[in-house]
């Protein structure tokens, strides 16, 4: 008796002590952005404050004031929300299609597309920015929000099509042949059992997709320059650094609450997101 | 309520023939039965039928339709596949629903096919839940009565009851063998059990490598087979089939291996003069083959071999033992009281009249005392 305890007071123990480590490392930086964002300028730069604390006598909310109503921050999260949605749905549209034709149709050519898909996914969009400068010229969209609407999902659809291919292989090809002989056509299919049964690895999908939307730098910065039209990661980054000047307050709240939608996300579909994160793992 | 036609069925992946023009009919209201070894092509077949898969060549008929090229909602076919294949996503009402509502039935007839098969399959208290809330046997049901309440004119199981352990298997076993009566439909049926095989069908097709070998009552698989496949595949244990020579013997036609000589009965005589000195394959049934004790034997002594046991099986109700035959193995039945161990040599009985001989030469076809008119 005295054993078990002890033993399931060492297990509990030997679980959640690393896991508290990794938790405070985690969030460590969470709360010095949260601290940053409201200490004012003053307690910032003394040399002589323990900079994890903050007293009471040196709290402001200045740094979000000056966020709010000198800077476009406002229209910056609209933006950022606007283009992370709609290339997220466009990505994820195209995405179920793909995949579900890729894993199930048997055309053609099949397989080499799916690898080629994979291949593309490989090439670092760092590169792929280059190619598409001319593109979204040609296209005459340079400055406008739909420049990044159209290029996100150059590099959200490879990745969300090869996520959701490994997760449609997992439904077994059965089930549509019932549903083939139950009357439905391809689309039917698609629509009225593989999706529902695929909603984990298309909400891990969109999880993804969307935070790699949403934390995009470098095409927000390449192509698009006027101040009110720029995303959150761009606008914050730009405008709040002005030569050598950081404003640092500032600076900090908007990253906090830039990273505010994601992390709505993740909890709201924690449960589906885990459940399409270990497809494979059971059974 | 159908007459199922399958003539010069074909279908290649590729390289590799998966049916090599199969024909058979299924009657109305029949129970046929596929069966072969794993990778012969059944689910293939089925899948033919069902329009699953697109043929290379042949045509299916189902009643007086041709539906060779039509799409599988437009057969008027059910299939039960071996995993079920349930919606996971529906509960077991709107599993048996779908196809009716996609078919655009009213909702009252839905409900009252429903109530219809769920009594049959005695699943009413199932139907407010999801599949992954069954046991297998419950599931079994359900992939069923999806299938009933479609009233297709052809019923078409894959395997249905492989995934079950071997007491439910039995029970369901016979459970569709009832509602096959019930429902008075035709059936096609797949397994590679033959003792489903053997208890279900009202014919069996016997399958090997895309090729049909055999088609006939269950009984006729059994004692006539056409060829050593077929011998070899019907029957637990199978039957002995070991290579042999006929010969001549003081007017005499005799089957000498390595390890015996005994007479074919004298009717056959005549028949067999055409194989004399010929090389062949002989074949006897374990429960042709009587394991005895010296001093026991009552019969005609000249059928009776003695031969060394190596294996003793006690089944309970029989001895099954593995008997050395020159380089052959035999196996025979004995009485569970007779004394015997490996190592021994006994007695064996050979009842010869029901001895089978077979070509040498592939494919190994059935040799009968009547010659083929
Ligand atoms: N989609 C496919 N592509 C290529 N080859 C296939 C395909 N489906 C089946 N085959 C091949 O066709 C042959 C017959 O397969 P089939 O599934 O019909 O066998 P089976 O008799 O049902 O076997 P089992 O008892 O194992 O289910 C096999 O050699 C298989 O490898
Ligand atoms: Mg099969």
Redesign the pocket.
Same mark, same amino acid.
């Given at each position: 008796m005295t054993d078990r305890l002890h033993g399931s007071a060492r297990r509990t123990i030997g679980i959640y002590a690393p896991l508290l480590l990794f938790v405070a490392f985690a969030l460590f930086p969470i709360y010095h952005m949260f601290l940053t964002s409201i200490k004012t300028d003053r307690a910032l730069y003394n040399l002589n404050l323990n900079p994890l604390l903050v007293s009471l006598g040196a709290l402001t909310a200045e740094h979000y004031r000056l966020l709010f109503t000198d800077t476009l921050f406002a229209s910056w999260l609209m933006n950022s929300l606007i283009v992370s949605l709609s290339s997220t749905a466009i990505a994820m549209v195209i995405s179920i299609l793909a995949a579900y034709g890729l894993t199930r149709i048997r055309f053609r050519g099949a397989a080499t597309f799916g690898i080629a898909i994979f291949i593309t996914y490989l090439v670092p969009y760092s590169l792929l920015f280059l190619p598409l400068t001319r593109v979204v010229t040609w296209l005459n969209l340079a400055d406008s929000l739909w420049a990044l609407i159209v290029t996100y999902p150059t590099f959200l659809v490879p990745f969300s099509t090869w996520l959701l291919m490994g997760y449609m292989k997992t439904i077994p090809e059965e089930i549509e042949k019932s549903a083939m002989i139950d009357g439905c056509n391809r689309l039917q299919i698609l629509t009225r059992i593989i999706i529902p049964l695929a909603v984990p690895g298309i909400v891990c999908a969109t999880l993804f997709a969307f935070s790699l939307a949403w934390n995009d730098l470098l095409y927000s910065l390449v192509f698009i320059s006027p101040t009110e039209k720029k995303t959150l990661t761009v606008g914050v980054l730009t405008e709040l650094i002005r030569g050598d000047v950081y404003f640092w307050g500032s600076l900090m709240g908007g990253a906090l609450i830039g990273s505010v939608p994601v992390v709505v996300f993740y909890v709201m579909f924690m449960d589906y997101y885990v459940s399409g994160m270990t497809v494979g793992a059971i059974k | 309520m159908a007459k199922l036609v399958v003539e010069n069925l074909t279908k290649r992946?590729?390289s590799?023939t998966?049916v090599d023009r199969l024909s058979f009919t299924a009657e109305d209201r029949e129970f046929l039965v596929l069966i %072969?070894p794993? %990778?012969? %092509?059944?689910? =293939? =077949?089925l899948n033919l039928i069902a329009g699953l898969e697109e043929a290379s060549a042949g045509r299916i008929s189902i009643g007086d339709r041709q539906v060779t090229h039509l799409h599988p909602k437009d057969r008027d076919i059910a299939m039960v596949f071996q995993n079920y294949a349930l919606y996971p996503h529906m509960d077991v009402y709107a599993n048996m629903a779908f196809g009716l509502s996609m078919r655009g039935y009213s909702k009252a007839e839905i409900g009252r096919r429903i109530q219809e098969a769920a009594e049959i399959l005695g699943i009413k208290n199932l139907l407010q839940r999801k599949p992954r809330a069954l046991s297998g046997g419950q599931r079994q049901r359900v992939a069923v009565g999806r299938a009933i309440v479609r009233k297709p004119a052809v019923f078409l199981f894959d395997?249905p009851l492989s995934n079950l352990d071997a007491k439910l298997r039995v029970q369901m076993r016979a459970e569709l063998s009832k509602l096959h009566q019930r429902l008075n439909t035709t059936i096609v049926y797949?397994t590679?059990d033959q003792i489903e095989a053997m208890t279900m069908a009202t014919r069996i097709v016997l399958l090997k490598d %895309?090729i049909c070998q055999q088609i006939g009552r269950p009984l006729e698989l059994y004692t006539r087979p056409v060829n050593t496949f077929t011998a070899g595949f019907i029957g637990t244990p199978p039957m002995n089939l070991v290579p042999a020579r006929i010969q001549a013997e003081n007017g005499k036609m005799m089957v000498a291996t390595d390890g015996f000589r005994l007479p074919i009965p004298a009717r056959w005589r005549q028949a067999y003069e055409r194989l004399k000195s010929k090389e062949v394959i002989f074949g006897i049934r374990p429960e042709h083959l009587r394991g005895t004790r010296e001093g026991d034997i009552a019969v005609d002594a000249a059928t009776v071999t003695r031969l060394e046991v190596d294996l003793v099986e006690m089944l309970g109700s029989h001895v099954q033992l593995t008997l050395t035959c020159g380089p052959e193995r035999l196996i025979a039945l004995a009485d569970p009281a007779l004394p015997v161990k490996a190592g021994d040599r006994i007695p064996v009985v050979f009842n010869m009249d029901s001895m089978h001989l077979f070509e040498k030469r592939e494919p190994q076809r059935r040799i009968d005392a009547a010659p083929a008119a």
């Open positions: - | 992946f590729g590799v998966a %072969g794993s %990778g012969c %092509g059944k689910s =293939t =077949t395997e797949v590679h %895309g």
